[in-house]
């Protein structure tokens, strides 16, 4: 057959036919070369994996069948610093000494009492911004944050830091770079409604409590833990254990008869981190004036959800 021929017959037949069908064509060709590319992969052996890190992560490859997963914990967070070992020691021996737990148990009616007088005295914490600047012992600052070290951790890991900060000149330094960066959250980052939802409660990019109030307590996680070799020990769920110590800190306080404000400086982090000298596993989660309230304060006229709005009976 001549060339001639042969395009005559591929223009007559041939054109015609991918013209009419082209998206079917076009598919069928794509498929076929997905199926060569898949059959050209080495087959990979299924291997069985021992990894400390959230299930989702290899959930895609379990259901292909390349890994086998064994999930021994989890983290509430989305930083990378995860740890996986199969050889590593554990953080407590297996042998660990379980000692008797001394227990007082109470009556009913004493359970219900002290209960109502725990709720009656923490009703009465309120968020506050204009602090005096009476001075509060050290020894009261002492005792919160070791209450606040009671609080349960994953696998008792304790990933918190408390940066307790009273110099004067250390306080200011924190005071510019925090209202920097909230001048910036307040006229670009935050949004209207953001913006609009706090004008009611009367604050700004203005802190000046930060220079005012005798104590500051910087709450930093330690997202991972430092080994002295200089590898890294995965803390289970750090941010949510050091926020349960964040708020047994912030009962601790309003039950010593001082105030505090629960802030979460916006994109202040790295530098109070840096100004602090705090190491790079650990990141700021809370930084909480601590003193007393000052003659003038006044706080927005609020009210908070009744029980049947916040609790569920199942």
């Given at each position: 057959?001549?060339?001639?021929?042969?395009?005559?017959?591929?223009?007559?037949?041939?054109?015609?036919?991918?013209?009419?069908?082209w998206l079917d064509v076009?598919?069928?060709?794509?498929?076929?070369?997905?199926?060569?590319?898949?059959?050209?992969?080495?087959?990979?052996?299924?291997?069985?994996?021992?990894?400390?890190?959230?299930?989702?992560?290899?959930?895609?490859?379990?259901?292909?069948?390349?890994?086998?997963?064994?999930?021994?914990?989890?983290?509430?967070?989305?930083?990378?610093?995860?740890?996986?070992?199969?050889?590593?020691?554990?953080?407590?021996?297996?042998?660990?000494?379980?000692?008797?737990?001394?227990?007082?148990?109470?009556?009913?009616?004493?359970?219900?009492?002290?209960?109502?007088?725990?709720?009656?005295?923490?009703?009465?914490?309120?968020?506050?911004?204009?602090?005096?600047?009476?001075?509060?012992?050290?020894?009261?600052?002492?005792?919160?944050?070791?209450?606040?070290?009671?609080?349960?951790?994953?696998?008792?890991?304790?990933?918190?830091?408390?940066?307790?900060?009273?110099?004067?000149?250390?306080?200011?330094?924190?005071?510019?770079?925090?209202?920097?960066?909230?001048?910036?959250?307040?006229?670009?980052?935050m949004g209207?409604?953001?913006?609009?939802?706090?004008?009611?409660?009367?604050?700004?990019?203005?802190?000046?409590?930060?220079?005012?109030?005798?104590?500051?307590?910087?709450?930093?996680?330690?997202?991972?833990?430092?080994?002295?070799?200089?590898?890294?020990?995965?803390?289970?769920?750090?941010?949510?254990?050091?926020?349960?110590?964040?708020?047994?800190?912030?009962?601790?306080?309003?039950?010593?008869?001082?105030?505090?404000?629960?802030?979460?400086?916006?994109?202040?982090?790295?530098?109070?981190?840096?100004?602090?000298?705090?190491?790079?596993?650990?990141?700021?989660?809370?930084?909480?004036?601590?003193?007393?309230?000052?003659?003038?304060?006044?706080?927005?006229?609020?009210?908070?959800?009744?029980?049947?709005?916040?609790?569920?009976?199942?």
């Amino acid at each position: 057959m001549t060339p001639d021929c042969t395009m005559g017959l591929a223009t007559k037949y041939l054109a015609p036919f991918l013209v009419a069908n082209w998206l079917d064509v076009t598919l069928a060709c794509l498929a076929f070369l997905l199926v060569k590319l898949l059959l050209s992969q080495p087959s990979r052996p299924v291997r069985t994996v021992h990894i400390v890190s959230r299930p989702e992560q290899l959930e895609d490859q379990a259901k292909k069948g390349r890994v086998n997963v064994t999930v021994s914990g989890g983290v509430g967070d989305r930083d990378k610093d995860l740890v996986a070992s199969d050889t590593r020691e554990p953080l407590w021996p297996e042998d660990l000494t379980h000692v008797h737990y001394k227990f007082t148990k109470v009556t009913p009616e004493e359970s219900i009492e002290k209960s109502r007088a725990f709720y009656e005295l923490m009703k009465q914490r309120r968020t506050i911004r204009v602090f005096s600047s009476d001075p509060v012992p050290r020894e009261v600052v002492d005792n919160v944050i070791k209450a606040a070290g009671t609080a349960p951790s994953g696998a008792h890991t304790e990933p918190w830091t408390f940066v307790v900060v009273s110099d004067p000149e250390v306080k200011q330094q924190i005071r510019t770079i925090v209202e920097t960066e909230e001048e910036i959250n307040y006229t670009k980052r935050m949004g209207t409604e953001w913006v609009m939802d706090l004008r009611a409660m009367r604050t700004d990019w203005v802190k000046e409590y930060l220079t005012v109030a005798p104590w500051l307590i910087l709450v930093f996680k330690q997202t991972y833990g430092l080994l002295p070799d200089g590898s890294k020990r995965t803390h289970y769920y750090h941010e949510i254990s050091t926020a349960l110590a964040g708020g047994i800190l912030l009962s601790a306080i309003h039950s010593a008869g001082l105030a505090t404000l629960t802030s979460t400086p916006l994109n202040c982090g790295p530098s109070l981190r840096t100004l602090l000298k705090r190491p790079i596993n650990e990141k700021l989660l809370l930084l909480m004036p601590l003193g007393y309230p000052a003659p003038n304060t006044t706080i927005p006229n609020l009210s908070r959800k009744p029980l049947d709005k916040i609790m569920v009976v199942v």
